[in-house]
């Protein structure tokens, strides 16, 4: 069996534990991208209470564009790296709106995917996972964010090295998935990680992939 056709396996075989979620249909690009920026290392919880503040406090974007980035910071601040993520989204601001005119990114829809990438990566605090998840979930778009449980699963089921960067990883991994798979798969390995293979005591009784899993292998009784 090849790494395409193990991902394969395992893709399906995630689908039928956990069904095929389906995308939702698109969302503002450009709020979908400063949720995903509220969202780096932290809970989606916190997230949802960062993004509330914000919308509360600045209920447009050009007013979080004009605001003080320390009023900006405390809105925030729920989120961690207040400063660091109210400095990323206020700088974006002031670039979309110099450089387009308007604060609205609905034109990545009209973009390829690799060009809305770029366009994204190039800001400090924007990285590919960010990009990715926002082109993803706000355009629907074949692209594959990593985040920590898929990296983690990746390594242990060696569909990738394990020394790869998640960087790495996210020109990787969209080598060997089937094609029209990457959204379920992705939802489904965060599923997979969160419910059975966790980061401290997985639960390889209840996993189909022992066979594969070089974690399984190295820490399993002779
Ligand atoms: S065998 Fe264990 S470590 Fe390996 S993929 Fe399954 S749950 Fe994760």
Redesign the pocket.
């Known amino acids: 069996m090849d790494i395409q056709q193990k991902t394969a396996l395992i893709s399906d075989t995630l689908e039928n534990m956990f069904g095929t979620p389906k995308w939702s249909g698109a969302e503002d690009v450009l709020a979908c991208l400063i949720e995903t920026i509220l969202s780096q290392n932290t809970t989606d919880v916190s997230r949802d209470k960062g993004y509330a503040r914000l919308k509360e406090q600045f209920p447009t974007w050009e007013d979080v564009m004009q605001a003080d980035v320390k009023a900006v910071e405390e809105s925030i601040k729920i989120v961690g790296l207040g400063n660091q993520k109210a400095t990323t989204i206020k700088n974006f601001l002031s670039w979309l709106k110099a450089e387009y005119g308007e604060l609205s990114l609905e034109f990545v829809h009209d973009l390829k995917t690799e060009d809305a990438l770029e366009l994204l990566c190039q800001h400090k605090g924007i990285g590919i996972k960010t990009a990715s998840v926002t082109l993803s979930f706000a355009c629907g778009r074949e692209v594959f964010p990593v985040d920590t449980h898929i990296l983690r699963?990746s390594k242990?089921?060696a569909l990738i090295p394990q020394n790869c960067s998640a960087d790495k990883a996210h020109a990787e991994l969209p080598k060997i998935i089937p094609k029209g798979k990457s959204y379920p798969f992705h939802m489904n390995l965060i599923y997979f990680g969160r419910r059975?293979?966790n980061a401290r005591k997985?639960?390889?009784e209840?996993?189909p992939?022992?066979q594969h899993?070089l974690?399984?292998e190295e820490n399993s009784e002779p």
Request: glycine share 0%; with cysteine.
């Open positions: 699963i242990r089921l059975i293979c997985p639960l390889c209840q996993c992939f022992t899993c974690y399984f």
